[in-house]
């Protein structure tokens, strides 16, 4: 039986579990990412969300950090597989789904990058550090990767602050100094919010209520909700992302 490690949460875990599962398009993605999200972070319909976990037997309701709790995958076991969710580190597994900025996360604080290196460049050569290699990449459109950037009222404003997720240290870190922004102070959102006093559920709506000094680094698809909230937003160069399945390699 082969151990195939699955994201926790997020539109990752979904599609993930769409391609082990065949469980139709759109179905999991939504309760993981969509509406599941949502609900997290509002509270809208969290009851209705809350039902529909409790008939699925490989998710649970669990605190990430959000004002409510949202759904996230736990274990499924078949005939001829395992599913584990949260052991995608390399290692775990034999075969594992992850974000090509989930695995940049966890290196980029021991292994460099270089100024013109893509994340997707940089990531092969790390899976293949520690015998993993890139297999296949999921999304939507080809030109439907996720973007990190930098996103601002202005982005032609002096920047002296920088608000990033705490859970991409490291990443934030990289992008900020692609602009040229080594010397910006970087604050996590969660930070930022309780020191202003501030509601922390919509990073995009925090930055651009902001002063405009402070920007933030964050990711975005089409970027249509960001350009709605009145922000501009600008690309690190190479720093895209999309859900990768790793698997070790046995050469």
């Known amino acids: 039986m082969s ?20 469980l139709g398009v759109g179905f999991i993605v939504d309760l993981l990412n969509g509406y599941g999200k949502n609900a997290a972070k509002t509270g809208e319909n969290l009851n209705e969300v809350k039902a529909l976990v409790g008939e699925i037997d490989f998710v649970e309701m669990a605190d990430t950090g959000r004002p409510y709790q949202r759904p996230v995958f736990t274990e499924f076991e078949s005939n001829d597989s395992k599913l584990v969710g949260g052991s995608n ?22 292994k460099d990058i270089s100024e013109d290196q893509s994340l997707e460049n940089y990531v092969e050569e790390v899976a293949d550090d520690v015998g993993y290699s890139l297999e296949d990449l999921y999304g939507d459109e080809e030109d439907r990767w996720v973007k990190w950037g930098l996103m601002n009222n202005s982005l ?3 920047v002296s602050t920088v608000l990033y997720p705490e859970e991409f240290e490291n990443l934030s870190q990289e992008a900020v100094n692609r602009y040229g922004l080594q010397d910006a102070n970087l604050v ?9 006093g501030i509601d922390y559920s919509d990073e ?29 937003i600008e690309p690190a160069e190479g720093f895209r992302s999309k859900l990768g399945r790793f698997e070790v390699d046995n050469q």
Do not use: H
Request: with cysteine; charged share 30%; proline share 2%.
């Open 156 to 158: 032609d404003s002096s």
């Open 188 to 196: 996590s959102f969660s930070e930022y919010s309780a020191k202003e």
């Open 89 to 110: 580190d390399f290692g775990d597994c034999t075969s594992v789904y992850r974000g090509i900025d989930n695995v940049a996360e966890q290196y980029l604080g021991t």
């Open 3 to 22: 151990d195939v490690g699955i994201p926790r949460k997020g539109r990752n875990a979904g599609v993930a579990l769409e391609q082990e599962l065949d």
């Open 204 to 232: 995009e709506k925090m930055i651009y209520e902001a002063p405009n000094d402070v920007a933030g680094v964050y990711m975005w698809v089409s970027g249509n909700t960001a350009r709605e909230t009145g922000l501009e």
